[in-house]
């Protein structure tokens, strides 16, 4: 029996491994950013972590964690463990990650790597700097230690310079942002003098993006004031043209491909407000061929209340849980849009944060109002909504209904374990079955340690462990 998971190629490995350092330094450079924005001038501290993968634990302390992965005929083998040490503000001071990449389905291949960096701040909490590196490691690409080192000139002004294992100079980052922390300008020079990327960023008085050239990105912005209109290019092929009202508001959206050298209309999208009120409160996306595609509107806290598509969909906000009053809840309901019939409910818990943008006036920011038809993650301009569904229910044309996730909460409404079931036409009897399920278990820190999957016969088809070790 072949095993439940499947090896990568060589190439496919080492792109992976890329992906990783590629995905810490990004990280680290949002972390970067957000030490000087001005839009966070009054979070106390709050940090993101410099370094986070794909299971992020909900603690604000140091912890440990282990990953298992089974396979049918060599039983559990651990895949990697990462450990996080945190200062008292909740900021990792240092991480490590090991992993055996011949076990880890997502990076097969022949090795165990170590991955190590720590990290300091000042007292006011900006990153001072980082050491990365892979430890131990046989392969060159892979054995450079790299050091950055962080300065602040001004409140608005970031140096960043990059050292080599032999601490040489590798590059020089010089990043400048507005009183409301969006990127004004942003310069990379190497070691001999060359510039290898730079950006350039102006905004209107209502800080909406109008003029952008990212030489490294091929990307450039050119803004036709008469009109209040931006077209937004990569290289010489236009993509955007973004329409603002009178009050800087973002009222119309045309996307464009390139055909034959030619801009070829994708379709656009509309957005419309209420009076004064920059909130979005309706969006309608219209194709190619100007035929109406999609509606959404949201009320005066920007959140959706409705969609339509070829199915409708009714958000209720604001409820609370009957067994637990103090949980805020959402629920969502989607009908069949011909015949109004409900095909689905979707009840969620319903966490708020501030929507901290790091880049005020980018047009990215109204990315709420189009890209999503539903998402556990919902951004408006004022705030963000973290979802975690537990229960959907569906509602079939022959008049089945069937419990599709179901979840099992402990004595304080907190997640214990869910369930979700895959409705499958069973060719053997003539009906839909319950002929797979998921099984997902968590721990008091709402982390995940379990998830199986199972097929019709109870055959586990996939099978992960996390084990966790807190230090606070």
Not at 93 to 98: L, P
Request: proline share 2%.
């Amino acid at each position: 029996m072949d095993k439940q998971k499947r090896r990568l190629t060589k190439k496919q490995f080492i792109i992976g491994i890329a992906a990783i350092c590629g995905i810490v330094l990004v990280i680290e450079g949002a972390l970067l950013i957000h030490t000087f924005s001005g839009k966070n001038k009054n979070d106390k501290g709050k940090k993101g972590d410099p370094a986070k993968t794909e299971e992020s634990a909900k603690t604000t302390g140091g912890y440990s964690v282990t990953r298992y992965d089974y396979y049918i005929d060599e039983g559990r083998k651990v895949v990697y463990k990462e450990t996080y040490e945190k200062d008292s503000e909740g900021r990792t001071t240092h991480y490590s990650r090991w992993s055996d990449n011949k076990n880890y389905v997502h990076l097969a291949g022949e090795k165990e790597e170590t991955y190590d960096a720590v990290y300091t701040y000042d007292d006011q909490g900006r990153l001072l700097s980082a050491i990365t590196g892979y430890v131990g490691s046989k392969d060159p690409q892979l054995r450079e230690k790299i050091r950055y080192v962080y300065e602040y000139p001004d409140s608005y002004t970031t140096m960043e310079t990059v050292y080599d294992e032999n601490d040489e100079v590798v590059l020089v980052k010089e990043t400048k942002c507005n009183e409301r922390g969006a990127l004004l300008s942003k310069t990379e020079t190497r070691a001999n003098g060359d510039v290898w990327s730079r950006q350039e960023r102006e905004y209107d008085s209502f800080g909406n993006l109008v003029s952008k050239i990212d030489e490294r990105k091929n990307e450039k912005d050119v803004y036709e004031e008469a009109q209040r209109k931006v077209l937004r290019y990569v290289g010489n092929e236009l993509r955007y043209a973004d329409y603002y009202d009178e009050q800087g508001r973002l009222i119309r959206r045309e996307e464009y491909d390139t055909e034959n050298g030619e801009p070829r209309s994708l379709g656009w999208l509309e957005l419309e407000y209420e009076g004064d009120n920059r909130i979005v409160r309706k969006t309608i996306r219209y194709n190619e061929n100007g035929d109406k595609d999609t509606e959404r509107e949201f009320d005066r806290e920007g959140r959706v209340i409705r969609f339509v598509y070829s199915a409708e969909e009714e958000y209720e906000w604001d409820g609370r849980h009957p067994d637990f009053p103090e949980k805020e809840i959402m629920k969502r309901t989607v009908r069949d849009s011909q015949t109004g019939k409900v095909t689905g409910e979707h009840f969620y818990f319903v966490e708020r944060k501030d929507n901290e943008s790091e880049t005020p006036g980018d047009p990215s920011d109204y990315n709420y109002s189009q890209s999503y038809s539903f998402s556990t993650w919902i951004r408006t301009e004022i705030t963000e909504f973290w979802l975690q569904e537990y229960s959907e229910k569906a509602y079939y044309e022959d008049g089945d209904s069937m419990q599709l996730l179901e979840a099992v909460l402990d004595t304080t409404g907190n997640i214990v374990s869910t369930t979700t079931y895959v409705r499958k036409w069973d060719g053997s009897v003539g009906e839909y079955r319950r002929l797979e399920h998921e099984y997902k278990e968590y721990d008091n820190h709402g982390n995940l340690i379990k998830n199986v999957q199972k097929n019709k016969d109870g055959e586990i088809l996939y099978q992960t462990e996390y084990e966790y070790t807190y230090f606070d």
